[in-house]
């Protein structure tokens, strides 16, 4: 199994990610302390790195690790380390879990917005329509899930009892929206949202390749990946294919990608063609489509 997916398991239990977290920030502090070396050149940054960059794998898929952690090859000192975090972080190792995280939100991309996306609330007034009471929806390739929550709060001002699931690649992501943080800005806020247990709100790590859910789902919304650098033709296809397994019968399907030059080439029709479904609205790079008998493959 690959290692970022046990995260799943801490993520659960938040306890356990706690305590891993917390044994190497006082173990490395405590080395830190006890042989008084010169943090410039003696610190065994080389070690220190690997066991640094072993415990962020739990949270990023290296795919995903876009900038420094993939970039720099690796840290001279501790100091070089220490220059990369936000200033309040730097001249000790002994990190909580939120200061830990946000170490990580830094280094793994500092230019990370979080999904702030107004995206939401449009796509909100397509899809409401079609919803009925008590629905199951899911978001796949949700991110930081800021859009997600945006969605929620729309939901949740029409619809009494539903559940929204976000689900998304990136464990870091999961975290990020589960605490509704964002650790790289936390003046970005989330939209303010209070899931219930009539109305849910749920944040799931998941690649979405291992999707295998049958006829769950009432509506998925999948915003950005499809077509995007992460998915080429033959992975897009596939993937739209898991998708109308999990919708319920006549049950929806909305696609949108605003982000690298969604859908324009091949373009919609080249994804959609081979699949049992009726297009509700086709529109730039949206699309609603619903599913009209059960997928052949
Ligand atoms: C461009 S972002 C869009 C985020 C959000 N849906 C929005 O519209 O703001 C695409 C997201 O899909 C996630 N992703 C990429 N590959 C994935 C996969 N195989 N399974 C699940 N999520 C994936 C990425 O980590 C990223 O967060």
Not at 160 to 186: C, M
């Amino acid at each position: 199994m690959k290692n970022y997916l046990t995260i799943r398991e801490l993520l659960k239990n938040e306890q356990s990610l706690e305590e891993e977290i917390s044994n190497f920030s006082w173990r490395w502090q405590k080395y830190l302390k006890n042989t008084s070396l010169s943090i410039t050149y003696k610190f065994p940054i080389q070690y220190f790195e690997a066991e640094f960059k072993a415990l962020t794998a739990y949270f990023l898929p290296e795919m995903y690790w876009p900038t420094i952690l993939k970039k720099k090859k690796s840290f001279s000192s501790l100091k070089d380390f220490w220059s990369f975090l936000p200033a309040e972080l730097q001249g000790h190792l002994n990190w909580e879990l939120p200061e830990w995280i946000r170490i990580i939100s830094f280094l793994a991309s500092p230019t990370k917005m979080g999904t702030q996306a107004d995206r939401y609330p449009e796509m909100y007034d397509i899809i409401s329509p079609y919803l009925d009471q008590g629905f199951k929806l899911l978001d796949i390739g949700c991110g930081t899930g800021q859009g997600t929550c945006a969605l929620f709060q729309k939901l949740s001002r029409q619809f009494h009892t539903f559940e929204l699931t976000g689900r998304t690649l990136e464990a870091l992501d999961v975290y990020w929206a589960q605490k509704q943080i964002n650790y790289s800005y936390p003046k970005f806020e989330y939209p303010k949202v209070i899931p219930n247990y009539k109305q849910k709100l749920l944040f799931e790590q998941q690649d979405i390749l291992d999707f295998d859910e049958k006829e769950r789902w009432d509506l998925i919304i999948c915003n950005g990946l499809l077509w995007g650098p992460a998915m080429n033709e033959n992975k897009s296809k596939y993937v739209l294919n898991l998708m109308l397994n999990g919708l319920k019968e006549n049950a929806y399907i909305y696609l949108e990608n605003d982000f690298h030059e969604g859908f324009q080439y091949p373009n919609l029709n080249d994804l959609i063609f081979d699949f049992p479904i009726k297009v509700v609205l086709q529109k730039g790079g949206k699309a609603f489509i619903q599913k009209s008998k059960l997928p052949s493959i």
